[in-house]
């Protein structure tokens, strides 16, 4: 048992440790993927920023060109304020853009951008100074020096503006390179903890695997050795029981013939005990013998037609008297008259004898113990009833077990009885069980099938009259 209790206790920390092991594999996992994600969902939202500032910026200036024509045009001051609204919003956007997190490559685009945009902002100024102190309505010389000298400047910064979304293409070609790489390296991370904590749980189930083999081997082993002291020892029990019959055969007869010719009372006393020692010896040695053939497997009977009624006349005469001895009402009761089953008959009245002996055993003075049988289809059924304290529920199912007895102060057995009986009524092809509760008396059940009609007639013809339920 304390080998037991280490082993499970080894088990449990064990298993407690590799289900650490994953937890913390898992967590690791979990952790490492979200801030992964997390990292990688944080720059792509930067630079989509960047790129929407970019993209912002060529949209204003594109506004400011459109609106100062229109402007130079008309010389409507509606135009000249949207155009100045377009500037101030690339101006903010511009300076947002240098607010960001950028590289040396696109802090120096930026101010490259800028640079144009100045340049842009400034040659803009000209033309609507001009604009405004112009008498001449017709406007066409500005535009076309717009034409000549801000469109040009408007596509270098158009340009500019392109150059740093191509770098921001290339910033996130590298970006997405590099997210493949680092899912790549954290593949192989994931993969080798968890082929690190495979290869801790291999190690934990070979190290119980081992501990369960060499504890499989001893048992095992300890099973043999068991087995073959259970087999030296009932082949022993049979040799001595077998050797003891003739010089205990001896003894009876040499006691009987001793109560018979001796003229001395004291003497035929004497002899008589011996008789009943000897006799009460036989009973034992026929039990180990029994026993040992049962276990053997080489347990056999010689079923012959045997007369039920006839089978009860025998038990009553020997059971009633050791009922009217211990003040308990013994009865027999047949349901069935004239019933014939196909049975040893010595064996049969074994079987009667077992169970009725530990009825009256365990009956109480003024109890009763009742025999009955009745046909069961094709089997006959014997039930010895009793009015004893019952037996428990957990004792029920290993009470026909070799050597299980009851420990009841005062109720000495070999704890045989039974399981011989189990042993003859299987030889039998019968069947043989208990219906009892604790504080409510038992009732042995058996089985043995009975004789075809012709054969019963003949059994019940050399029986004579049934008998009557006593």
Not at 52 to 74: F, H, M, P
Not at 112 to 119: D, L, S
Not at 284 to 304: G, Q
Request: charged share 30%; with cysteine; aromatic share 6%.
């Amino acid at each position: 048992m304390p080998t037991r209790s280490r082993f499970e206790a080894k088990a449990r920390v064990g298993y407690a440790l590799l289900t650490v092991l994953l937890t913390a594999g898992m967590a690791f996992s979990m952790r490492r993927f979200s801030s992964v994600a997390d990292a990688q969902i944080a720059w792509l939202r930067a630079e989509e920023h960047e790129i929407t500032l970019v993209e912002r910026l060529r949209w204003n200036c594109e506004l400011a060109v459109v609106n100062g024509r229109a402007y130079l045009i008309s010389g409507d001051e509606k135009f000249l304020k949207h155009a100045e609204e377009s500037m101030a919003r690339f101006d903010e956007n511009v300076r947002a853009l240098r607010d960001e997190t950028l590289s040396p490559t696109a802090l120096q685009l930026v101010g490259e951008v800028e640079q144009r945009a100045r340049t842009f902002m400034r040659v803009r100024e000209e033309l609507f100074e001009a604009r405004r102190q112009s008498r001449s309505e017709d406007a066409r010389p500005l535009v076309r020096r717009l034409d000549a000298e801000l469109l040009p400047l408007r596509r270098e910064l158009d340009a500019s503006l392109a150059r740093i979304v191509e770098h921001k293409e290339a910033a996130l070609t590298q970006h997405y390179a590099r997210a493949r790489a680092d899912r790549v390296e954290l593949e192989v991370r994931l993969y080798t903890l968890l082929g690190a904590l495979v290869l801790a749980g291999l190690a934990v189930a070979w190290y119980f695997t081992k501990l369960l083999g060499g504890s499989y081997g001893q048992v095992r082993a300890a099973r043999e050795a068991a087995r073959k002291a259970v087999a030296g020892r009932d082949e022993l029990m049979g040799i001595v029981a077998h050797d003891l019959r003739n010089p205990l055969g001896a003894i009876t007869l040499k006691a009987a013939l001793l109560r018979k010719t001796s003229d001395s009372e004291k003497v035929r006393h004497h002899a008589e005990s011996i008789e009943h020692v000897a006799q009460r010896m036989e009973r034992l040695i026929r039990t180990m013998l029994d026993v040992t053939t049962i276990e053997a497997s080489r347990f056999t009977v010689t079923p012959a037609p045997c007369a039920v009624d006839d089978l009860l006349r025998e038990t009553l005469e020997v059971i009633g008297p050791l009922a009217e001895s211990r003040q308990i009402r013994f009865e027999q009761r047949v349901e069935d008259p004239g019933l014939a089953i196909h049975a040893e008959r010595e064996r049969v009245l074994q079987v009667l004898s077992n169970l009725l002996g530990n009825a009256l055993k365990f009956t109480p003075q003024g109890g009763r113990v009742t025999l009955t049988v009745d046909r069961a289809g094709t089997m006959a059924r014997f039930a010895v009833a009793d009015t004893g304290p019952g037996i428990p529920a957990e004792h029920a199912a290993r009470i026909f077990e070799r050597f299980w007895k009851d420990d009841a102060p005062g109720k000495k057995g070999t704890g045989l009885g039974l399981y011989i009986a189990k042993g003859i009524v299987d030889a039998h092809g019968g069947r043989i069980w208990v219906e009892s509760q604790a504080g409510q008396g038992a009732r042995f059940c058996f089985t043995l099938p009975l004789v075809e009609p012709a054969g019963r007639e003949a059994a019940a013809a050399e029986a004579g009259a049934p008998l009557h339920p006593a």
